[in-house]
């Protein structure tokens, strides 16, 4: 048995001695990003000075999204205070840095791309006072005001569990409030950054909900970094308690340099089960696969259909 919350029992789990040794399977094999759409956007960002979680996250759907004309917003730069032992996004000290255009360039950009569903992130930003939340604030108020019937889906970071933050960004009212838990709690000094933790990201998501009742919440996890299914289901549970409307999961693919090796690749039929759990313990939604990240296109359609729904109700 393992510390933590869960035992290998009833896990298909390798044991951890492989995890340099072992060959990425052919389901997470994909194409190389190309088309002209691709090239249009990459191109129009670049211009603009704009990033993407899309490329600093190495994401291995960014050629399929971009080719369809969509792609995730990441605010604030491509220097994150934090330092998560799993993330490719570049690690340092942004010093207040600030582009006070950025709410209008994003805005503007959205446009071009004709998009219906947007997905608006950030580096995480502990150097500002506010922690980046207004900022975050703005680019939804213009991203609205530009088209108010554009669907927002916002994936934050935890503002270092001050509440208070949190419900100014809920209060900008984005559709979907994402907040990634990314792995089980016993993991979470092992995968993030020590300012993160797992009740803290908890609270986050029931803040939302207790500010606002009517936004979707949405969280996230990768699988392969060596927790138990029993650890999933526990996660599970709690954020059930807390009304979570969304969760995902996807393969942990190790970036470049020194991040945390891959303990294991997931079939696809273990990811089916995860998504078969989810909507029989009361989840409105879950994605769950090997190429499955936090923004996918699959869940967003699901909720894009949900939203619109709700609104018509509401006439």
Sequence with gaps: MRSGTGSQKGSDRKPASQDKGLAKPKWLKVKAPTGPNYLRIKEMLGKLNLATVCQEAQCPNMGECWAGGTATFMLMGEVCTRGCRFCAVKTGNPKGWLDQDEPQKVGWAIGQMGLEYVVITSVNRDDLEDQGSGHFAETIKVIKENDPDLIVEV??????????LVERLAAAKPDVFAHNLETVERLQRKVRDPRANYQQSMEVLKWVKDFDSSR?????????LGETDDEILKTMEDLRKI?????????????????LQIEEYLTPEKFQKWEDTAKEMGFLY??????????YKAAEFFMKGMIEKQRREAQ
């Design 243 to 259: 009304d979570c409307d969304v969760i995902t999961f996807g393969q942990y693919l190790k970036p470049k340099g020194r991040r």
């Design 155 to 164: 994936l934050t970071p935890d503002f270092r569990g001050n509440k208070e």
């Design 216 to 224: 979707y919440t949405k969280t996230s996890l990768m699988l392969g």
């Design 286 to 295: 879950c994605a769950s696969g090997p190429l499955v990240r936090s923004s």
